[in-house]
């Protein structure tokens, strides 16, 4: 069974930091490109940022320079710093296996940035 388990939203000020963690099991991680996406209220889910396999990294124009993904392929971890947060960046994070025999996604993390 093939589990992602999102861990470290919450709270936090303009201007503040925060770092998501992405937990995979059940599927060969190193394998899988893992992206996160995120779901403001009312909008769509969009893209945020993306590594391969190969640790090739793209990141949605908006959050560039504000945002950096890695992997620990060792801990089958994906993590995504976030700074400089601002309100606009409110929303549910998605995390995202994505690979040639399947997607698969976590539950969702939210971070609210308000003072």
């Known amino acids: 069974q093939v589990q992602l388990v999102e861990s470290g939203g919450g709270l936090v000020q303009p201007g503040g930091s925060l770092r998501l963690s992405c937990a995979a099991s059940?599927?060969?991680?190193?394998?899988?490109?893992m992206n996160w996406f995120r779901q403001a209220p009312g909008k769509q889910r969009e893209l945020v940022a993306r590594?391969?396999?190969?640790?090739?990294?793209n990141y949605l124009d908006s959050v560039k320079g504000r945002i950096t993904i890695s992997r620990d392929n060792a801990k089958r971890t994906v993590y995504l710093q976030r700074n400089n947060l601002q309100p606009e960046d409110t929303a549910v994070y998605y995390c995202?296996?994505?690979?040639?025999?399947?997607?698969?996604w976590g539950q969702g993390s939210q971070v609210t940035v308000s003072s």
């Open positions: 590594i391969t396999s190969g640790d090739t990294t």
């Open positions: 059940g599927i060969i991680f190193n394998v899988y490109a």
């Open positions: 995202n296996a994505s690979g040639t025999i399947g997607d698969f």
